[in-house]
């Protein structure tokens, strides 16, 4: 777990070993413990050298131990400080990472040299917590408030090069680092004397004051508006700010006993746990499976190196410029010229002239791609016909993938010729920056061609969840009873800044009707005349708020009839100041509109409060999920809550809407469906779902757990 030997005659090399990332796990703290003090009184060592095995220095405290009440082994607290308190120089050998409590050991020893393409940070806040064993005292003494407030706020990976600028560290090299520290470690090049033997005392981070700040009250009281603006109610970035507050007023030893205190306050929370519990969820899609039993660690992906992206709308430049960033030579594909001669200039504003795209309007250009993704407009008729050519042109193997939000995936495939070279790439807007991708397998797809479309997720830096083939699939599936619901929140009174208002103090950056006005109300309108819900292909005499016999809201249509599409004509449920423009308004029109709209079907406003809100929508939501479990379109809950993270931008201090609902309880959320669904007996997305009766019946199990009883279900339909 710490290896100890003796190197170079001297010097005390100890590398943590402990695969894949050296976690200090309870048995990594002991060997640390131990090993440091066999340095201390072995009289043969004059200095310290501490690296990690396998090119990873530390990727800090072990996560999965967190859930623990009280942590087994040595203290990393206790650990950091017999390292500080060492009189023989201690070296970090810094490859690979040093994150989180791997970088506060790094901050422990007296010097760090790091190699050129390491990177170092404290990413403890998208864990719920901040760097509480050490690391808020320790980084501003040495690299100043300002910069160490910023690295543990955003909990970003610094690379070495601007570590080195900072002062974080003291060299940075391009050769084997653990050799370039044993030597470092030893002497000290041209005229300076060795470093061993040296006081040490500058190089205690605990002994030292932080480095002064001018406007120190103003200064944190910006810091702090500024983390209560952005943290969406996320209480760990707030006690970053507390914490190097403290290391900037505080002597070293009370500063850590406030980190102590402040650190006590998360470790255990909800939101702790729920960003933890997102952390494993993000990495969960990677073990995919598929109804047939194909997994991830049996099926081989195909080879990718080129790739065509057909329709150059919202969408396509955004799929281009992911695709070229990971390294892949695509050729874009686009009917309109003016659209192909503004995409152009789109996407390499945003490749910055880097990347290998070529251009073209005919769909020929294909013909030697590796893979295909399609962007085009959401209209079955169109996407078949492409496909159908597709399937004609391009060579023999090539995989046809489409970015369909709703579409069957199984139809498309039957215009083809390999229907099982045919999946589902469900990229987010935008594109290059969201990190989600649903593949969607059809009954057809093959294993192969599913390993390919996660493999080239993989490589696009994308959170890559396998689904199965539904309308909306798994992210979609449940947006609609969620819209649905707000929607009809309007027709009984509420107005879409009070909706907005109780989602976004949930922690959404923006509420539902912001979120549409941005992606535009026209895409769901086109959703919905495919669907035969508005439009000519409403059989005639059909009730305005009745479609198939349940309750429907033509809000949404009525909006797009009078040409509000949300911010891309500068109005919508909000008004814009112009076509584009961002910021949104109250707009007086939409009161009448409202107003007029309940009078004409006779609806009464009534007062809704924000726990309505949020119960309403949030619960339908949820209970989509649920069917969506039970249907088997995702695997795990796991699964569906790294969509709604990644996708849709859930809270993740809330953890995903399948892990808030087990927070919240499942006999509560059972129970406020049950309520809502006997005051609306009209929606059936407010009908309480049997897996979740099911899973309230056996008792509420923990979420890891969910599985079983899924699988008990299933077997029963
Ligand atoms: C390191 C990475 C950047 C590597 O990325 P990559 O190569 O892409 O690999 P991954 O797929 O991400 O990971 C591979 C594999 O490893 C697992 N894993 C990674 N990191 C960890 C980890 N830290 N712990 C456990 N497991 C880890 C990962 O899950 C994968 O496995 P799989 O899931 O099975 O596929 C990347 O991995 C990464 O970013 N890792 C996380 C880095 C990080 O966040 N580090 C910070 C950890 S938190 C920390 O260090 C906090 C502290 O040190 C301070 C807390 C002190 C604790 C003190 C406890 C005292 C409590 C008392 C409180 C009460 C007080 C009172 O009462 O008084
Ligand atoms: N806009 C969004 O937020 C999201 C959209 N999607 C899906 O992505 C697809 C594309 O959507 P958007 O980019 O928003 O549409 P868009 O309307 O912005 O772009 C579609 C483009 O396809 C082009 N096109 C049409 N027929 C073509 C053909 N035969 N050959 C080549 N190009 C052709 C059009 O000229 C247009 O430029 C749709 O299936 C949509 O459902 C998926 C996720 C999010």
């Not at 995989?399 to 039957?414: K, M, P, V, Y």
Request: with cysteine.
């Amino acid at each position: 777990m710490a290896q100890y030997r003796v190197v170079s005659g001297s010097v005390a090399l100890i590398t943590i070993q402990n695969p894949p990332v050296n976690a200090l796990r309870a048995a990594v703290r002991e060997g640390l413990f131990n090993t440091i003090k066999r340095a201390s009184s072995d009289p043969q060592v004059r200095s310290v050298v501490l690296s990690g095995h396998n090119g990873t220095f530390c990727g800090g405290a072990d996560i999965k131990e967190f859930g623990n009440v009280s942590l087994p082994g040595p203290h990393l607290v206790e650990i950091f400080q017999l390292m500080e308190d060492l009189v023989k120089p201690v070296v970090a050998a810094i490859e690979g990472f040093a994150l989180g409590g791997g970088l506060e050991l790094a901050l422990a020893c007296h010097y760090r040299i790091g190699h050129s393409k390491a990177k170092v940070g404290f990413p403890e806040v998208n864990l719920g917590l901040f760097p509480g064993a050490g690391g808020s005292q320790r980084l501003p003494r040495l690299v100043g408030v300002p910069a160490a407030l910023d690295i543990i706020i955003t909990g970003r990976h610094v690379a070495a090069g601007e570590a080195l600028k900072l002062g974080l560290l003291d060299r940075v090299i391009d050769q084997n680092t653990v050799d370039a520290a044993v030597t470092f470690s030893k002497i000290q090049k041209c005229t300076s004397p060795p470093i061993s033997g040296k006081p040490l005392d500058n190089h205690r981070l605990g002994n030292r004051p932080c480095p002064p700040l001018e406007n120190m009250d103003a200064f944190f009281e910006e810091a702090m508006k500024r983390v209560h603006s952005r943290a969406r109610g996320a209480v760990a970035p707030i006690t970053c700010v507390q914490a190097v507050r403290g290391a900037a007023t505080l002597p070293f030893h009370k500063g850590m006993e406030l980190e102590k205190m402040l650190l006590g306050t998360l470790f255990n929370s909800a939101q702790a746990q729920a960003s933890q519990y997102c952390f494993f969820a993000e990495r969960a899609g990677a073990r995919w499976s598929m109804p047939s039993g194909a997994r991830w660690d049996t099926c081989k992906a195909k080879p990718i190196s080129t790739a065509a992206v057909i329709g150059l709308g919202t969408m396509g430049r955004g799929i281009t410029v992911a695709l070229a960033r990971a390294g892949l030579s695509v050729v874009a594909v686009e009917t309109q010229e003016h659209q192909l001669a503004e995409a152009q200039r789109a996407v390499s504003r945003m490749l910055k002239g880097g990347g290998r795209v070529s251009y073209s309007p005919d769909l020929q250009a294909a013909a030697e791609v590796d893979l295909v993704v399609e962007a085009v407009f959401e209209d079955m008729a169109i996407k078949e016909k492409i496909f159908k050519q597709l399937s004609e042109v391009c060579k023999p193997g090539t995989l046809l993938t489409t970015n369909t939000s709703t579409l069957d995936i199984d139809r498309l495939a039957s215009c083809t010729r390999d229907p099982q070279l045919v999946v589902g790439m469900h990229f987010f807007a935008p594109a290059h920056i969201m990190r989600l991708l649903e593949v969607v397998y059809g009954p057809r797809s093959s294993p192969e061609a599913v390993a390919t479309a996660m493999q080239l997720g993989k490589r696009m830096g994308k959170v890559s969840v396998a689904v199965g083939n539904c309308t909306g699939f798994v992210g979609n599936r449940m947006l609609k009873p969620y819209l649905e619901q707000a929607n009809f929140l309007l027709e009984e009174g509420a107005t879409p800044e009070l909706v907005d208002a109780a989602l976004e103090e949930f922690g959404f950056p923006m509420g539902v009707f912001k979120m549409s006005d941005l992606s535009g109300l026209d895409v769901g309108w086109r959703v919905r005349k495919e669907e035969g819900l508005t439009g000519p292909g409403v059989t005639a005499g059909q009730p305005m708020r009745i479609r198939h016999g349940r309750r429907y809201s033509p809000l949404g249509d009525l909006m797009c009839e009078e040409g509000r599409y949300g911010q891309k004509t500068g109005s919508g449920w909000y008004l814009y100041d112009k076509p584009g423009g961002r910021v949104a308004r109250s707009d007086p029109w939409l009161r009448n509109f409202l107003e007029q709209y309940r009078a004409r079907h006779g609806l009464v406003a009534r007062r809704i409060s924000q726990q309505e809100v949020l119960e309403r929508c949030l619960y339908a939501l949820i209970n989509e999920g649920f069917r969506v479990l039970e249907d088997g379109i995702a695997a795990s809950p796991q699964n569906i809550d790294a969509i709604y993270v990644f996708g849709y931008s859930w809270p993740k201090h809330r953890g995903g809407p399948m892990f808030y609902a087990s927070q919240v309880g499942l006999a509560r959320v059972l129970e406020g469906l049950n309520h809502y669904h006997q005051a609306h007996p009209d929606v059936p997305h407010l009908e309480p779902c049997s897996l979740l009766r099911r899973l309230v019946a056996s008792g509420s199990p923990p979420i890891n757990k969910w599985s079983e009883v899924v699988k008990g279900h299933r077997s029963q339909l």
